[in-house]
């Protein structure tokens, strides 16, 4: 089993809590879309990016309708 590992850390500007906290979600949302991939790629076999565009894209942004498409097309 692999584990993903953070290895940057890049500094910012002082962030509000609350921007702070949609940044969080975001980041939670986005890990969330790329471990359904991984796991569908894996199950079907998928290994070209055409492939699993053709096969998730549409699913994922039914189900994470709130977000930009460029979010679900750069997870692919």
Avoid: W
Wanted: charged share 25%; aromatic share 14%; with cysteine.
């Amino acid at each position: 089993m692999f584990s993903v590992t953070r290895t940057v850390v890049v500094r910012s500007q002082f962030l509000p809590r609350r921007v702070f906290r949609v940044f969080c979600e975001l980041e939670a949302m986005y890990r969330n879309m790329v471990e359904q991939l991984v796991v569908h790629a894996i199950e079907e076999d998928v290994r070209s990016f055409v492939r699993l565009k053709a096969s998730r894209y549409g699913y994922l942004r039914e189900f994470h309708p709130s977000i930009p498409s460029h979010y679900a097309y750069t997870v692919c």
